[in-house]
């Protein structure tokens, strides 16, 4: 339930671009930007998880354009190793610290860590 709900100052939203209402816009969703891989920096970190399983964790990254999915597949193929993608951080199973720097910058991502 939003502040004004109900009230006289109870306004729909409106699109930015044509003023109308965002039920009835028409203008095209805006594009998206692709950062290219050059001007990210991955920050890399080994962790341990419960039970003394140690991850090796990706940050950082930009997943305007939802790459992250293709990333992790080919990090994972190139470790042999297990992973997943939570909360925009990659998470690789192992201490795979060296291999997935070799990896990012050979898809040339800046490392750090």
């Known amino acids: 339930m939003h502040l004004f709900e109900g009230t006289q100052w109870d306004r729909p939203p409106h699109c930015p671009q044509c003023e109308q209402l965002e039920a009835d ?3 095209p ?4 930007e692709i950062v290219p891989p050059g001007k990210q920096t991955a920050k890399l970190a080994v962790e341990k998880r419960r039970k003394g399983k140690v991850v090796t964790v990706i940050r950082n990254l930009n997943d305007e354009a939802d ?3 293709q990333l992790l597949k080919k990090v994972k ?3 042999g190793a297990g992973g997943t ?6 998470e690789i199973q192992g201490r ?8 990012l910058t ?8």
């Not at 795979?96 to 990896?103: A, C, G, I, P, S």
């Open 77 to 79: 193929s190139a470790c």
């Open 25 to 27: 816009c028409t203008c």
């Open 106 to 113: 050979t898809l040339g991502y800046r490392t750090q860590g």
């Open 29 to 32: 969703p805006p594009e998206v």
């Open 96 to 103: 795979q610290l060296d291999r997935v720097r070799d990896v």
């Open 67 to 69: 790459h992250l999915p």
């Open 85 to 90: 993608l939570k909360e925009g951080a990659i």
